[in-house]
Nanobody, 125 residues
Framework: QVQLVESGGGLVQAGGSLRLSCAAS????????MGWFRQAPGKEREFVVA?????????YYADSVKGRFTISRDNAKNTVYLQMSRLKPEDTAVYYC?????????????????WGQGTQVTVSS
């Protein structure tokens, strides 16, 4: 029943910006923390930003994206966003949104119980 659908990925030039969206359904969105992860070809999935509450507090960013990416959410729309700016080729990956299971570290994917299908972000140089 729980479903997360990412969108907004695509091709972008280095230094550009992109906003990803994650539409949630099947649960009380405002009751759960949400986060974003990414996975590049041949690499393991890594933490990007996580643990945003309904009010937008308790956010944690990976050092690689801190200052460039911003997570936000709109509870009325059941949507979480990832605003990405000053993009680098190293940011190229499939990006996933996920629902925090409400226990465990915010920084590991094992603490998230539902995942979207992912959206591809490709940053050209």
């Amino acid at each position: 029943q729980v479903q997360l659908v990412e969108s907004g990925g695509g091709l972008v030039q280095a230094g550009g910006s992109l906003r990803l969206s994650c539409a949630a359904s099947g649960f009380t969105f405002s009751s759960y923390r949400m986060g974003w992860f990414r996975q590049a070809p041949g690499k393991e999935r890594e933490f990007v930003v996580a643990a945003i509450t309904w009010s937008g507090d308790s956010t944690y960013y990976a050092d690689s994206v801190k200052g460039r990416f911003t997570i936000s959410r709109d509870n009325a729309k059941n949507t979480v966003y990832l605003q990405m700016s000053r993009l680098k080729p190293e940011d190229t990956a499939v990006y996933y949104c996920a629902r925090y299971r409400n226990y465990g570290s915010y920084l590991t994917d094992r603490s998230y119980d539902y995942w979207g299908q992912g959206t591809q972000v490709t940053v050209s140089s």
